[in-house]
């Protein structure tokens, strides 16, 4: 991403302020956020810790833990966002979650710690790094027996990629995946891939 891109994106991010559209979700209203991004929590069956990596303006942190806990599952979000001023944003927003919000690029922040679950999209790195995307994510941010769940998010006007096929491609079979066509409102897609039981140093 060239620096007048990414400048960019960040004040339009920072703009967009509270809510869906300040996450990345254009106008969605609370119920269409929500049926966007609820599947997320089906393959988090157990209480522990999440990583939302490029977590905006924080509003999936302050969400999703919500629709765990209507199914008795507790969730403690954490979030990691490249963008410094998108940071500071989130962190003012949800100042309860502040010092759980970081800022840097997943492919060389070195996490404090590890999680139970981390959430990602597909599209961080290009196609031709998603095996090392996921190697550096499961090795280094998800814990033993934890699960790490890619995402992309195509709109209506995108033919999806392939993802599922993109993670058999480069050898990461995934556990379990969720598709769900939206007729005119694009397709979600997002697999998930179990972490083993112990760590290999």
């Not at 620096?3 to 703009?15: K, M, P, Q, S």
């Not at 090392?132 to 280094?140: P, T």
């Not at 709109?155 to 995946?177: I, K, M, T, W």
């Not at 397709?187 to 998930?192: E, H, K, R, Y």
């Amino acid at each position: 991403m060239g620096i007048r891109t990414r400048d960019l994106l960040e004040d339009a991010y920072v703009a967009a302020g509270d809510g869906p559209r300040g996450s990345g979700s254009g106008h969605a209203s609370p119920g269409d956020w929500r049926a966007k991004r609820q599947h997320l929590t089906v393959p988090m069956d157990r209480e522990g810790s999440w990583l939302d990596v490029g977590c905006a303006n924080g509003f999936l942190m302050a969400t999703l833990p919500a629709w765990c806990e209507e199914r008795d599952v507790m969730i403690e979000p954490y979030g990691l966002e490249l963008l410094p001023k998108v940071a500071i944003l989130a962190r003012v927003l949800h100042p309860d979650m502040a010092d759980r919000i970081w800022t840097g690029s997943v492919m060389e922040w070195s996490p404090p710690r590890r999680f139970t679950y981390v959430t990602a999209l597909e599209d961080l790195v290009p196609p031709s790094r998603l095996g090392d995307l996921v190697d550096r994510l499961l090795g280094e941010f998800v814990e033993p027996g934890g699960r790490l769940l890619i995402s992309a998010y195509p709109n209506q006007h995108e033919v999806p990629r392939d993802l599922f096929g993109d993670l058999v491609a480069c050898g990461r079979e995934p556990s379990g995946r969720i598709r769900i066509e939206r007729p005119g409102r694009g397709t979600l897609i997002t697999a998930w891939l179990d972490a083993s039981s112990s760590v290999v140093t």
